[in-house]
């Protein structure tokens, strides 16, 4: 197995995440975080958004193998330190660099959130966090799949799943590489062993639109003759929607929007609102800010609230 981790090795659970007082918060927190970053949790018991943040905090110290460590301090318990640092609503958190407050934040945040908080810590100690190595890896099998070596790509991404099997970015990545094998089979059957976790995550919704544009386009029929169609009847919806999946399937992605928005301007209800869905699979399969998506949702838009 290609190994991609590189940073800090690994260290035991114990060793990493503590509680911590008044009384050994010199030694836990200012002295420790010389020479490793320290994330500091304040919490109570009572506290209903602790009890979801403090595991999600644990969990992303953990992952991180060492890079960072955590010390967790009871508020009820240590109210003279929790003066002394002005701990005005919990949760808090404060992240120590070298004994001094170098981040931090207020209330619970969502998983994703948790996660960058914790690799901009370790950035700001100069480390480097073990996902930052795989990262790498999947921006360089980007540029493998752009410059159409897909099977290359395909080989990194997997390489990149196998340190990491829950990394979305890489397990949409290998299904887009063997989209671009034309192997569409395989790309459904990744796409449907990707873990529940990451199943609903943005590189697998896009993988998802794109194996659906890949099939469509398969069965695409002739441009030119859909396009004779449409000119003689427009209003022809089917025929339109079909040029519409002809014009994607030849590359023109921004001419099948076109056809498509006419086509819910037309008739927004027919096939069951057949254009507007066929608009958001094309605009899931491409970056949100692809100028396409975005002059394409504006146009919808307006259509939809006129």
Known sequence: MM?????????????????????????????????????????APWCGPCKTLGPALEKAVTAAKGAVKMVKINVDENQMLSGQLQIQSIPTVYAFWQGQPVDGFQGALPGSEIDAFVERVIAAS??????????????????????????????????????????????????????????????????????????ASAPLEAAHAQLELARQAAGAGPLAELTAAVDATPDDHQARFDLALALHANGQVEEAVDQLLDLFRRDREWNDGAAKAQLFTIFDALKANDPVVLNGRRKLSSMIFA
């Open 3 to 43: 190994d991609l981790m590189s940073g800090a090795g690994s260290a035991p659970a114990e060793d990493l995440i503590k509680d911590s007082s008044e009384a050994t918060f010199m030694a836990d927190v200012v002295e420790q975080s010389q020479t490793v970053p320290v994330i500091v949790d304040f919490w």
């Open 126 to 199: 100069g480390g480097e966090a073990p996902g930052a190595g795989l990262d790498d890896a999947v921006e360089a099998a980007e540029a493998m799949l752009a410059e159409g070596a897909a099977v290359d790509a395909a080989q990194t991404f997997a390489a990149v799943l196998g340190e990491d099997p829950n990394h979305a970015a890489a397990y949409g990545g290998l299904v887009r590489a063997h989209i671009a094998m034309d192997d569409l089979d395989q790309a459904e059957a990744v796409l449907n062993g990707a873990p529940a976790e990451i199943s």
